[in-house]
Nanobody, 115 residues
Framework: QVQLVESGGGLVQPGGSLRLSCAASGSIFSINAMGWYRQAPGKQRELVASISSRGSTDYADSVKGRFTISRDNAKNTVYLQMNELKPEDTAVYYC?????????WGQGTQVTVSS
């Protein structure tokens, strides 16, 4: 079973940047489209960015132009570079496959945007 471990979250001021990482165990990582999801308090988990096995990307309108997803298949890792962060980006961020989450969810990484 593939395990996902997210890291890189923290407290940042509005307008700041963070880079999240998601390390996956298992060699099947490279053949899967991956995504970053987030869940804010009291809200449903939502997909914010995805990347195909070949590197094609897609973004939710709310993060387009500010977030960049990338992957390193040799390291079984997917990244999320987040710039121009806003308070509404505050959430726990998770990675998993897309279009549906096929692996068990990791613990996520908390991102808090506040002055």
């Amino acid at each position: 079973q593939v395990q996902l471990v997210e890291s890189g979250g923290g407290l940042v001021q509005p307008g700041g940047s963070l880079r999240l990482s998601c390390a996956a165990s298992g060699s099947i990582f490279s053949i899967n489209a991956m995504g970053w999801y987030r869940q804010a308090p009291g809200k449903q988990r939502e997909l914010v960015a995805s990347i195909s096995s070949r590197g094609s990307t897609d973004y939710a309108d709310s993060v387009k132009g500010r977030f960049t997803i990338s992957r390193d298949n040799a390291k079984n890792t997917v990244y999320l570079q987040m710039n121009e962060l806003k308070p509404e980006d505050t959430a726990v961020y998770y990675c998993n496959t897309v279009p549906s989450a096929r692996f068990d969810w990791g613990q996520g990484t908390q991102v808090t945007v506040s002055s």
